[in-house]
Structures are given as structure tokens and as C-alpha cells.
């Protein structure tokens, strides 16, 4: 990532970052993706039945209500390599595409997020904006991410040094 980061900015850490910038930051875009895919925001989906419908072998009336487990399908075995190991570099290889489905990291369907590509440039752009500049690492490498879990999970501490870099 790093390599990436000062390939592009070429040790400019001032600059302001481009929409060119992003779309050459193909390895912090995989990283984005696959800490999502780990570690989803939002862990399940509410979806309601318009008209009574045949899923999983069953017929459900019509305003039947389901939730779709994310975490579920981001961490199976159909749909993911080895899917509890963090590997930013299966996003990077050539024709690599997700199963259909198999990732929900803005929704998916009619109700997929709208913003999903500025949410995109954003995180990727955050990424760059932060490290080309400064090293950060975590305190302890050991401790447990502390996180709380409701309709959306979040960390509630992650304790990181920061320091400039040379």
C-alpha cells in the first residue's frame, strides 16, 4: 500500500489528491474492500416479501419480513477463498470477480447505496490523504478490537501511534 501511495505522489505530501490519484490506488481500493468484507459496518439487511414467494424450499405470505446476514456471507466458504484470512490481493487479480451476491459491502439490488463511488473515492482518497504522510501503527498488535454491535458496528477504541513520515 505504501509503495502504491509514494509511486503515485512521488513524495509529495502536499498536494491535493486527484480523481486520477484514485483510480491509480488499485491496492487501497482492494484493501477497502476486503477490510469491508472482513469486517462489515452494517452486518445484516432487512428485506420484505411484496407478494407471497418460494425461498429456500418454503412458501412465505407476502409482508414476510428476512434479514440477510452479511457477516454470514462475506466469511463463507462458497463464495471466499479462505474468506477469514485478510487477503487485499484477491480484489487484484486480472478478471477477478465476486460471486454474485457474495458481497454486500453498499447493499446490492434496487436499494444499493447511490453514494457508493464517492463512498469509494472518499475512503481511498482518506487512505492516501493519511498515509503518504504519516506512519501509523497500532499499540498493541495483540489486543482484541474492542467493537459494539446494533443495526451498524463500530469500534469504540483502537488505540494507534502516529508519527510523521521521513
Given amino acids: 500500500m505504501l509503495k502504491e501511495i509514494d509511486r503515485n505522489f512521488q513524495d509529495d505530501k502536499t498536494r491535493p489528491i486527484t480523481e486520477n490519484d484514485i483510480h491509480n490506488l488499485k491496492y487501497c481500493e482492494a484493501i477497502v474492500k476486503e477490510v469491508s468484507r472482513i469486517f462489515s459496518i ?3 439487511l432487512p428485506r420484505c416479501l411484496g407478494k407471497p414467494d418460494e425461498i429456500g424450499g418454503y412458501q412465505w405470505p407476502a409482508e414476510t419480513m428476512f434479514r440477510i446476514n452479511i457477516d454470514a456471507i462475506h466469511h463463507n466458504e462458497e463464495y471466499w477463498e479462505e474468506p ?3 487477503n487485499p490481493d484477491r480484489w487484484m487479480v486480472e478478471g477477478f470477480e465476486t460471486k454474485k451476491n457474495s458481497f454486500i459491502m453498499f ?6 447505496c447511490p453514494g457508493r463511488k464517492l463512498a469509494m473515492f472518499e475512503l481511498v482518497g482518506l487512505m492516501a490523504l493519511l498515509f503518504r504522510k504519516y506512519e501509523i501503527d497500532l499499540v498493541d498488535k495483540k489486543a482484541p478490537l474492542k467493537t ?7 469500534c469504540t477504541e483502537l488505540l494507534v501511534e502516529v508519527k510523521l513520515r521521513k
Fill in 42 to 44: 452494517v452486518n445484516s
Fill in 84 to 86: 477469514d484470512k485478510f
Fill in 107 to 112: 447493499g446490492g439490488g434496487l436499494r444499493i
Fill in 148 to 154: 459494539e454491535s446494533s443495526a451498524i458496528t463500530a
